[in-house]
C-alpha cells in the first residue's frame, strides 16, 4: 500500500510563490517545473499535478504579481475623491511603487512583457490593464483611463530601462496633460 497523501491546502500557492523567486532570480529562463520544485521543497510531480505546463504556471505568478500596484491603485482614496488631483495621486502612488522593492517591479514587468512571447500570458496582461482602466474610469473616461496606463506603463519602463530615478513631478505634468482634455468633458 502507497504512502498516505499528506494534506496540504497551501501547497499550489507556495508553488507560484517559488515560481515568482525563482524568475525574480533567474529570469524566465530560468524557471522549469524541476527549479521551482526545489525552490518550493516539494516534489516535482506536485509542480506538474498543479501546473501542467510552465505557461499554466506562468500565468498564475503573472496573476499573482499584478496584485501589487492594482491595489495600490484600487485602495487610493484619490480614485474616489472627485476633487483630489488625480495626476498627482497617480504620480505619487508609481513614485511610491517604483521606490519600493524594484525588484518586485522588474519582475511584474518582467512577467507582464513576456505575454509578448507567450500567448498564454496576453488574457491575463489584458486582466490587468481593464482592471486598472475600471479603477480609473471611477475619474475619467474610459478613453483617457487607457491612455492613463499606456503613460504609466511607459514611465515605468523608462526608469526600469534605463536605471534612472523616478521623477514624480515629471509624471505629474504628463498625467495632467492626458488628463486634461477629460477634465473638459
Known amino acids: 500500500m502507497g504512502r498516505p497523501r499528506r494534506h496540504d491546502p497551501e501547497r499550489r500557492e507556495r508553488i507560484v510563490d517559488a515560481a515568482l523567486r525563482v524568475v525574480g ?3 524566465i529562463a530560468g524557471l522549469s517545473h524541476r527549479t521551482v520544485a526545489a525552490e518550493a521543497d516539494v ?3 506536485s509542480t506538474t499535478y498543479h ?3 510552465l505557461d499554466e504556471l506562468l500565468v498564475a505568478a503573472l496573476r499573482k504579481a499584478d496584485e501589487g500596484f492594482g491595489r495600490m491603485l484600487r485602495e487610493s482614496p484619490a480614485l474616489v475623491a472627485r476633487d483630489a488631483d488625480l495626476g498627482a495621486a497617480l504620480a505619487r502612488l508609481l513614485g511610491e511603487w517604483t521606490g519600493g522593492d524594484r525588484a518586485r517591479v522588474e519582475l511584474e514587468y518582467e512577467l507582464y512583457l513576456a505575454a509578448l512571447r507567450r500567448p498564454a500570458l496576453r488574457p ?3 486582466e490587468w490593464t481593464e482592471s ?3 479603477a480609473l474610469s471611477h475619474r475619467t473616461d474610459p478613453a483617457t483611463a487607457r491612455a492613463l496606463v499606456a503613460l504609466m506603463d511607459g514611465l515605468c519602463l ?3 530601462l534605463t536605471g534612472g530615478s523616478y ?3 515629471h509624471a505629474r505634468v504628463m498625467l495632467t496633460r492626458v488628463l486634461a482634455p477629460a477634465e473638459g468633458a
Open 25 to 27: 532570480r533567474s529570469g
Open 43 to 45: 516534489p516535482l510531480g
Open 51 to 53: 501546473f501542467a505546463s
Open 124 to 126: 491575463v496582461a489584458a
Open 132 to 134: 486598472v482602466v475600471a
Open 158 to 160: 523608462q526608469v526600469l
Open 167 to 169: 521623477d514624480e513631478e
